[in-house]
């Protein structure tokens, strides 16, 4: 009997399988998560349709739905009544009961402030910066750029918009750093940063622009360069200064616009970071550990993923006033306090019965030496579970192998690493499959 349930249960494996290899329009990394204002509730989405609803208290998934496209940001409105969902350019307005599309914006590079008024589209190309009502998409007004713009930031009161240049030369004075940053005794990202950037002669243009009556300020110039566009970024004003964190480094740029770089003797790569809602702190993760920084103290509370945390590299972070809640690319979600104190850890699943999730693989090799060898190691696993093998010969350079699916994430991480502790060279990722 229990060889014939066996048997069945590999049948009804691999007629899932086959249907679900067609079932998921899109592949990749979990990206982005937000808290939705006045609720309980996180939203989790990624390079996948399915969006997650977790409960923020117990960690539980409470509802999941299917979006028209995948998100790589996520912020909510003022109301909290419709979610901005940011992927491949475009902007979504959804529902965030159901999921449902209310409205589509087509753009360029928009950056999204939660709970904010304002949504600014990024034309680099195009020389130009566009600027929505958040409430309901209404494009309010463009203005034109004597640079190609990189990123944007409002100040505190949000009345004012800051646009900064992508890095560019800059001639005399301009290029001039007036206090150098000393080489630090022991080798950090951020120290390594700084000081290319004070002997490159390059750096950065800017300006702000009144969003009540479009009103522009003179064009200004840095010899630093915090500009990685969005990517491991996080800008932030508190009280009078402008915090700009970027994927290598750190900066402050007082009232009078001088910008001074931050040192941290444990900086390291920026892969994730933010702003806490009331401004007062900025964190920041990267591969194996980040930091939470006091804009008002001026002070680095340090953590590191393998003691405090248990996770590989950070995805994206939502801070409120008091809680952080870190998510990873394991689909691991770790919330704590701004003193860096664990509150709970949890993972996004579906809902039981809800979904699955499937372990892709990327058979790269170009020598059947090479996939034979990562067949053995893939292989072996799958005889263990009694699964269906793969044969990586009938499909060469496919980036997407369903190699097998699982109930849960953590079953999922712990086939991965079965595979990546067994040295397979060729990368695994893990997507969600509604049921």
């Known amino acids: 009997m229990k060889k014939h349930n066996n048997k069945i249960k590999t049948l009804c494996l691999l007629l899932f399988i086959v249907f679900s290899a067609n079932s998921f329009a899109f592949k990749g990394d979990v990206r982005a998560i937000v808290k939705r204002p006045g609720k309980n509730e996180l939203f989790i989405a990624g390079e996948f349709k399915t969006l997650f609803v977790l409960n923020s208290l ?8 299917l979006t028209p496209n995948g998100a790589v940001k996520l ?3 003022n109301d909290g009544t419709s979610l901005l969902a940011v992927y491949n350019n475009k902007l979504m307005y959804l529902d965030p009961e159901t999921g449902a599309l209310k409205k589509t914006i087509a753009g360029n590079g928009f950056f999204i402030f939660n709970e904010g008024d304002y949504i600014v589209d990024v034309h680099r190309f195009g020389n130009k910066i566009s600027v929505y009502a958040s409430a309901d998409g209404t494009l309010l007004f463009s203005h034109p750029c004597a640079f190609s713009p990189d990123f944007v930031c409002l100040n505190a009161d949000k009345k004012e918009l800051h646009v900064f240049s992508t890095e560019q030369a800059l001639v005399g004075d301009s290029a001039f750093v007036t206090s150098k940053s000393m080489k630090s005794v022991s080798y950090n990202t951020f120290n390594s940063s700084y000081l290319k950037q004070q002997s490159d002669s390059k750096g950065v243009s800017y300006f702000t622009i009144s969003l009540t009556d479009q009103k522009v300020s003179s064009i200004k110039t840095s010899p630093y360069s915090p500009s990685k566009g969005s990517f491991g970024s996080a800008f932030n004003f508190y009280k009078d200064q402008l915090f700009l964190l970027s994927y290598d480094s750190f900066y402050k740029m ?9 040192e941290f003797d444990e900086s390291g790569y920026s892969y994730s970071a933010a702003r806490s809602a009331d401004g007062k702190y900025m964190v920041q993760a990267g591969s194996k550990k980040g930091f939470i920084y006091n804009c008002e103290t001026e002070k680095f509370t340090p953590f590191e993923f393998g003691k405090s945390f248990n996770s590989p590299y950070s995805k994206d972070i939502y801070a409120n006033k008091d809680t952080i809640y870190m998510l990873s690319k394991d689909y691991s979600i770790d919330i704590f ?3 860096a104190f ?3 850890k949890t993972f996004v699943n579906f809902e039981p019965d809800k979904g699955k999730f499937a372990v892709l693989y990327n058979n790269g090799f170009t020598k059947k030496e090479a996939r034979d060898k990562e067949a053995e190691i893939i292989n072996a696993e799958l005889k263990k579970m009694n699964l269906p093998v793969i044969d990586l010969e009938t499909v060469i350079g496919k980036d997407d192998v369903l190699l097998t699916i699982f109930n849960t994430v953590e079953e999922a991480n712990s086939f991965t690493k079965t595979l990546s502790d067994a040295r397979l060279n060729y990368i695994t990722i893990i997507v969600p499959l509604e049921s």
């Open 75 to 77: 912020a909510f409105t």
């Open 337 to 339: 306090t701004t003193k």
């Open 254 to 262: 007082n009232s009078s616009d001088k910008m001074t770089p931050i």
């Open 58 to 65: 117990t960690g539980k998934t409470i509802r999941t739905f």
């Open 342 to 344: 664990i509150i709970k």
